[in-house]
């Protein structure tokens, strides 16, 4: 079953709007969660490290105003596109790391898909 | 800064054949390294996890194989499946890191 639940897997937004994106670990506490951006036919682009209790820490050219991201509690993370635009359209994958024996393993959520009209 | 490269970019085989996607990596200072699956519109699936001190990962029909010294890994498939089709994506954690780096993927596609 699902490590990491996202949702909406779609949603439909008017420019100028905010889109709230959520993620959770369902069987394990994530204290570090993982926002990624894909664009068609390339891969993960990574945007920001969402730290439960502190702030997030965005990658160089994202915008931490256009993108917020709220990790209030060990198994939710949240990620707002704040006055989206048409070039803000993609396709958003969360993840978070599960202990494993002496390892980590990633699983990443269902992914959504971002439309602005 | 790690770099990850999958060959090839896309590849087309019958149903039944065995195949190998393969993956190189710049950096051989890793934690691990993670097969994932992601079919079109979807998130990704965890395929294998195969730590730095293991050789080989075996699940089913899939198998991983993992060379640090040379930063290069292999994920096998025998008696493919049409649904096998999908992308296929090989991703390394950097030690001290909890930063996934990926490739950018095989496309398989498996012809009935």
């Known amino acids: 079953g699902a490590v990491v639940s996202q949702h909406p897997s779609w949603v439909i937004c008017k420019s100028g709007t905010s889109v709230k994106i959520e993620c959770r670990s369902l069987d394990f506490q994530a204290t570090t969660m993982f926002w990624y951006r894909q664009f068609p036919k390339q891969s993960l682009m990574l945007m920001a490290t969402?730290?439960?209790?502190?702030?997030?820490?965005?990658e160089q050219g994202v915008e931490k105003d256009k993108f917020l991201i709220n990790h209030a509690s060990l198994t939710l993370s949240t990620l707002t596109v704040t006055s989206a635009h048409p070039e803000d359209s993609s396709f958003y994958i969360c993840s978070a790391h599960r202990p494993r024996q002496s390892n980590t393993e990633a699983f990443f959520g269902q992914g959504t898909r971002l439309t602005v009209v | 800064k790690q770099e990850v490269t999958q060959i090839p970019a896309a590849l087309s085989v019958p149903e039944g054949e065995n195949l190998v996607l393969n993956c190189s990596f710049t950096d051989s200072a890793i934690y691990n390294l993670q097969w994932f699956r992601q079919d079109p519109g979807k998130g990704l699936t965890s395929l294998l996890l195969?730590?730095?001190?293991?050789r080989e990962q075996t699940s089913g029909r899939l198998n991983a194989s993992l060379d640090k010294s040379s930063g290069r890994s292999t994920l096998y498939i025998a008696a493919s499946q049409p649904g096998d089709s999908a992308t296929y994506l090989c991703?390394?954690?950097?030690?001290?890191?909890?930063?996934?780096?990926f490739g950018k993927g095989t496309k398989l596609s498996v012809i009935p």
């Open positions: 195969i730590q730095s001190s293991q």
């Open positions: 969402s730290n439960e209790g502190s702030k997030a820490t965005y």
């Open positions: 991703a390394v954690l950097g030690a001290g890191s909890y930063q996934l780096t």
